[in-house]
């Protein structure tokens, strides 16, 4: 009777002591994954807070390249001898060759990065992330930062200018008043700022594609990241 109850006492204390070890091991997991949530969560916030932002910026650039646009047309109209109006000439000279950058809050993101992009539990959402971030914007900064066809200041700025500076009346404060019109431009100038105005469009159309693609990947995004925080 001694050794069963000997038995007895020890299997109760085995047993105590593995409840207490899977009941000790449970718990930390719950914490782990508790604290992992929270900061899942916290990173979601931090990205999508910075992906408005980065909408902002876009929309910026977008209304600047289409201001470009108008300004290759309005200088079109000047080469072609047709109406334009001088009250607009200050703009559409700037806008003409004007460069842009993308400012790009990645900050929630390089957070993810250092912590584990696996920290994002959706896979699908993940994958949105990753792609918009390591894709979409680099392809974006790459195009109106370094790709050569579209530094419009660098490629045209300086041979546009030469053309069009002759023929500017300045005030006593020496801001542009008005554009002496004719250009009088032989037929080989002539052509050559209309194949600068054509490239100028061209390209400009090009990134505003792409910028619309971009805006709409972002504002999806954004949705996306906001129902998971619901969640």
């Known amino acids: 009777m001694r050794k069963n109850s000997n038995w007895t006492k020890f299997l109760l204390e085995f047993v105590s002591v593995f409840i207490a070890v899977v009941f000790a091991f449970a718990l930390n997991n719950w914490n782990d994954n508790r604290k992992d949530n929270n ?12 992906l408005k932002k980065d909408l902002n910026d876009i929309k910026l650039n977008i209304g600047g390249h289409k201001k470009g646009v108008l300004a290759c047309e309005y200088w079109r109209k000047i080469v072609n001898s047709n109406d334009f109006s001088q009250d607009s000439i200050q703009v559409y000279y700037l806008s003409l060759t004007r460069d842009f950058v993308t400012i790009q809050n990645k900050a929630g993101y390089e957070t993810l990065k250092s912590k584990g992009l696996e920290l994002i539990k959706n896979d699908l959402l993940r994958l949105e992330i990753i792609s918009l971030y390591e894709y979409d914007f680099a392809t974006l900064q790459k195009l109106e930062e370094t790709y050569g066809e579209m530094q419009f200041h660098t490629n045209y700025y ?18 542009i008043e008005k554009l002496n019109v004719p ?3 032989d037929k080989a100038g002539k052509n050559t700022f209309l194949t600068y105005l054509w490239k100028i469009e061209v390209n400009r159309n090009f990134i505003l594609y792409y910028y619309s693609e971009i805006e709409e990947k972002t504002q999806k995004l954004i949705i996306n990241i906001e129902r998971e925080l619901k969640q």
């Open 39 to 50: 900061a899942e969560k916290k990173i979601l916030s931090e990205i999508s807070n910075g």
């Open 183 to 185: 250009l009088n431009l």
């Open 158 to 175: 300086k041979e546009l200018n030469s053309i069009i500076s002759p023929h500017f009346n300045f005030d006593p404060l020496g801001n």
